[in-house]
């Protein structure tokens, strides 16, 4: 018998447990911050590719477990960074992909789904989506990144961006920091930046440099509700330093990555004689 899916296993958990179900969550974590611990989009079809992130497909469930799971998770001091928010519908093209809904539809079924968590400071991030909403990218959405989050849900932590990399549409970084945005995901080439920056620049832009300065002070108070700053005080000094479990895998990976070059030029001709 194959397992039950993901809302069948809600049902079973009576909702006292939940929360104990979770904390475990923030211990085991050590950092303050993750991005993904369990998402808020619903399932549209049994097909999705990611409803194994995702709870279910009734808003109302969704809206209750990720409530009482984010909660717990930074209840131990680990910011959790729900995703995707929002009209993530499916996986399949999901980059640029224009969802259309009216508001009714939207506020009763997606955004129900994502408020309970992000309403009330009940987690301080989150993960925007790659889809349009309508013709607009998720992340350059005043409508929602502003005006439904911060002002309607009283949000005021950090809002990422999924990844930009490789992404013409996903490009419109001053357009997305002024909708809301805080942080840019998946940015090696510190692409957002430098556009932001070129934009203050070059337009003389006060406003910009306003959005840049909340989008910084939004991402502090995240920091600050985490266990970033235990011990912390005015005379603290941060030093960096590599435990050695990490000097432990970096040797394993090495002899690891070492071993399969030496192996497989060998291999190769076996592979190649043994298909003739």
């Not at 990399?165 to 357009?175: D, L, R, V």
């Not at 692409?191 to 070129?198: N, Q, R, T, W």
Request: hydrophobic share 35%.
């Amino acid at each position: 018998m194959p397992p039950p899916n993901t809302p069948v296993r809600l049902l079973e958990i009576p909702p006292r447990l939940h929360p104990k179900q979770e904390k475990p969550q923030g211990r085991e974590k050590k950092r303050h911050s993750r991005q993904g611990p369990g998402g808020g989009n619903l399932h549209r079809t049994p097909f999705g590719g990611r409803n194994g992130e995702y709870f279910s497909e009734d808003a109302i469930l969704t809206n209750l477990y990720t409530t009482t799971e984010l909660t717990a998770v930074q209840s131990r001091g680990v910011t959790p960074g729900i995703k995707h928010v929002a009209g993530n519908d499916q996986e399949f093209h999901r980059e640029g992909l224009a969802v259309f809904f009216n508001e009714q539809a939207f506020r009763e079924q997606t955004l129900r789904a994502f408020e309970g968590a992000l309403s009330n400071e009940n987690t301080m991030a989150l993960m925007q989506s790659f889809n349009r909403l309508g013709l607009v990218w998720s992340s350059s959405s005043k409508a929602l990144c502003t005006q439904v989050l911060r002002k309607e849900w009283g949000f005021n932590g950090q809002q990422e961006t999924d990844g930009v990399a490789g992404g013409a549409y996903k490009s419109h970084f001053a357009t997305s920091l002024s909708a809301g945005t805080t942080t840019y995901c998946i940015d090696p080439t510190g692409s957002a930046a430098s556009a932001i920056v070129e934009e203050i620049r070059g337009n003389d832009d006060g406003n910009m440099l306003l959005n840049l300065r909340d989008a910084v002070k939004r991402y502090h108070y995240m920091l600050s509700r985490t266990n970033l700053i235990n011990g912390l005080s005015m005379d603290a000094a941060v030093e960096s330093i590599m435990p050695w479990w990490q000097i432990a895998l970096y040797a394993i990976c090495t002899a690891d990555g070492g071993q399969l070059v030496h192996d497989v030029p060998r291999q190769a001709p076996q592979r190649r004689k043994s298909l003739r």
